[in-house]
Every structure is written in structure tokens, then in C-alpha cells.
């Protein structure tokens, strides 16, 4: 009981921090529109990289990070996912599971965050 109480106190506390990260979010997607208009940045120059929680027993998910940038390298995904784990283990989730999908920079992340992908290992 207790448990509960201090799990539902801490996703609420995240639902708080989110929706004060939507407002940035918001103002950062007015300013990438007002790049495009004005010619100073070009679509294929774009990718967002985006993290987020999603629970396997309750109903929700939870964005932790919006990246946009040109590019990022496997060792930069591998560092900001290692970021956001260690953030998230503060407090008290525990993260069983991670999806991505197949490009090679995602293979190469995971072997950097550890993991082994060799279908003979198994």
C-alpha cells in the first residue's frame, strides 16, 4: 500500500515535469517554423531523436527528451539513453525493455549500452 502511494506521488510528480517540458517544446516547435519560413533551415537537415516511457502494467507514457539536431552518432544516442535511464532510475521505475528500430547507429547504441545482439549467444 505504501508502495503504491509513493509510485502514484512520483509518476504524478513526472506528469508535472511534462507538462512544464510541453510549453519548451511548444515555443521550440514556434522557432523551427520560423526558420523554415524564413530559409534558414532545411528539412533534410533535421532529425529528432526522441525518448520515451512507456508502461507495461499501468496506462501511461512519458516523453523524456526531444532532440533535434543534424545528426547524432551512436555513441551520442547511447549517452543521452544512459542519461534519461539514470534519471528515471531515481526514481524507482524500473526499465525492462527498449525499442528502436533497425538502423545501424541503433545496433551500434546498444552494443555501446551493452547489450548483445548475436543471435548465436542466445
Known sequence: M??????SKKLKYLRQKVKRQAKKIASM???ISSLKQN????????????EQFVAINESWKIPMGYFLCNHLNSSQKSELIQQCLNLINKTGIKVV??????????????KLLGCDLDPTSF
Open 2 to 7: 505504501v508502495n503504491d502511494a509513493v509510485k
Open 97 to 110: 525493455n527498449l525499442t528502436f528500430d533497425g538502423c545501424a547507429s541503433n545496433i551500434n547504441m546498444s
Open 39 to 50: 530559409n534558414l533551415l532545411n528539412n533534410d537537415e533535421l532529425e529528432l531523436f526522441t
Open 29 to 31: 516547435k514556434m522557432v
